[in-house]
């Protein structure tokens, strides 16, 4: 069976989308049936970095949402306008959408996903929160048996990065934020970043799913990171915390605190270690307790997973029973190897006398074990204890290496080797 796809922009994360559904060995055998059958973007004659038929672009997107033999339309162009228009036609003609816009499902996401239900469609939105993070799908799965009761995270990446460079460099945010979008990590107008709507956008969809109520974006209070400077870097971190764009949803007595906001967050809790451009959401239920999710929160790559993600879940609903995604069944036998290269801890204990360290350091040297570190620790009488790292190495070298160790006159025992992760 063929399922035909239409696809709204190819930019960034369609790119990454395409390079995928064109490329579908070793990934999920549904996407073998998947077709791209139009591309909709700007301009057809832009050069693009992977080679499809010209005749599959245009620039008329209506044809795509208008043509009935699209199945799902992949709406990764983003802004608000035309965008909402076209994913409403496409409903409209009773076609499931998958989306990576927060900002479209942020402000008009309940006309969307009411028009969707009319039309029993499904407006699938695992790109639009947490990038490669399948937190959507969490939620809306996986939780099911969970009362839940906060759901917290670092949702925006370009913040985090900028927050992380000012605890490790102790600049202030405008130099940093420059550099950022020298490097491409803050786009040339940081205002969506910065004062919080991308991260408002994102808690607001989270909340929806996580407590399944409407959330008017409106009510969503939002404070970006502007204030903070590098003296309240310095302060928290001195006073055992970092600071970080944290959305959070909460439910309290009489109703939902929702907001962004930098917060001071305690070194020690799983969000303080979450740095660079990195996403993470901790999510509170009962019975689970807490679970905390972590990953790429944008890019190319993660985007385009998690919109493949759900265009795989459509094409498991179009495709004939035993849903593909419910059933398991491996279709190949796994081709098992040895284990071929690692990092190695050792500790032996030897009679405590001149040359031993040498005399190890020269049978490793022999089978080409190279020594990250080697020391000596716990002499007690007779004996000492010898600690060894070793850089990444193979494993039979080592192991041959071990085998003439344990002849050594000087070892008493092999008291454990470990390997490291
Ligand atoms: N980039 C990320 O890391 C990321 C992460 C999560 C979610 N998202 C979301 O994914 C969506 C796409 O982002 P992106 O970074 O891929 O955007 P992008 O690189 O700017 O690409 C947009 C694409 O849509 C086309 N397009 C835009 N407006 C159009 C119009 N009015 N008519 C025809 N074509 C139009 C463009 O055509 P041309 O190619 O001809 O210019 C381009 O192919 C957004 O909703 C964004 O919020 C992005």
Known sequence: ?????????????????????????????????????????????????????PSL?????????????????VEVMGGV????????????????????????????????????????????????????????????QFLGANRITSIQGIVNGTTNYILTRMHREGGDLQE????????????????????????????????????????????????????????????AARLGYVIKLIARAQLVTGGLEIGVYPMLVPQEHPLATIN?????????????????????????????????????????LLSHPPHPLLSYMPTTAAQVVPPRENQFYARFTTLDQPGVIGELGTIFGRYSVSLETIFQQNRSGKYAQ????????READFWQAIREIKELPTLQTVGAILRVL
Do not use: W
Request: aromatic share 2%; hydrophobic share 45%.
């Open 276 to 316: 660079g451009v990195t996403n993470a959401i901790a999510i509170k239920g009962d019975p689970i307790g807490e679970i905390v999710f972590a990953g790429p929160g944008a890019g190319q790559g993660a985007t385009a997973s998690a919109v493949v993600a759900d265009l795989i879940n459509v094409c498991a």
């Open 81 to 140: 306008e035309p965008t909402r228009d076209l994913v409403l036609q496409a409903i409209a003609n009773n076609k499931h959408v998958v989306t990576a816009n927060k900002a479209l499902l942020a402000r008009h996401g309940e006309e969307i996903l009411e028009l969707a239900k009319r039309h029993q469609v499904y407006v699938m939105l695992e790109a639009s929160v947490g990038g490669g993070i399948p937190i959507v799908n969490v939620l809306k």
């Open 57 to 73: 672009f245009t620039s008329n997107l209506e044809s795509i949402v208008n043509d009935p033999t699209i199945q799902i339309v």
């Open 386 to 393: 010898v600690i060894v790292i070793t850089h990444t190495v």
């Open 176 to 235: 940093i934020l420059a550099d950022a979008q020298r490097l491409g990590y803050a786009e040339a107008d940081p205002t969506a970043d910065i004062d919080g709507f991308d991260a408002a956008d994102k808690i607001a969809i989270l909340a929806s799913l996580a407590f399944g109520q409407r959330i008017p974006l409106s009510e969503v209070s939002r404070e970006g990171i502007r204030n903070v400077s590098s003296l309240e870097i310095a302060s």
């Open 1 to 53: 069976m063929t399922i035909k796809v239409g696809l709204l922009g190819m930019g960034t994360v369609g790119t990454g989308v395409v390079q995928v559904l064109t490329d579908p060995a070793g990934r999920h055998p549904l996407l073998q049936e998947v077709e791209i059958v139009k591309i909709g973007v700007r301009d057809t004659a832009k050069p693009r970095s992977v080679a499809l038929d």
